[in-house]
């Protein structure tokens, strides 16, 4: 694992990245860094953590919205039809979707530290 230190909202975070995922991390935490500064210069919101939870929503709802739009855009057809009197499965992305905001809430916990957590 390497060790990249980075600048989000004028506060310098230690993260840690798996070998060759350098260029990814650093377009997250641009991607951060901009959303969070966008809700501190609106003004309305002071603290770092509120900040960081908005922004953390606003990001996990426009990956929600993008995924969305382009299952939207994928005809399904099924494989399998159900028997008459059982349920339809439930949509598998659904426990994807909450995995992805638990482990973006944990990144945001990790990158806070001593800043204290969110949830």
């Known amino acids: 694992m390497k060790q990249i230190e980075v600048q989000i909202l004028q506060q310098s975070y230690l993260l840690s990245c798996p070998e060759g995922h350098e260029s990814r991390l650093l ?4 991607r951060v860094d901009t959303a969070m500064t966008r809700i501190r210069d609106a ?3 002071r603290a770092r953590e509120r900040i960081a939870v908005l922004a953390a929503l606003n990001l996990a ?45 944990q990144r945001l916990d990790d990158a806070l530290g001593e800043d204290g957590r969110l949830l």
């Open 43 to 45: 003004g309305k919101v």
């Open 27 to 30: 377009e997250a935490v641009e």
């Open 61 to 105: 709802f426009d990956i929600a919205d993008r995924e969305a739009s382009d299952l939207a855009a994928v005809p399904t057809h099924p494989t399998t039809v159900p028997h008459p009197g059982e349920p339809a499965s439930p949509p598998v992305n659904a426990s994807a979707d909450a995995l992805r905001l638990q482990t973006l809430v």
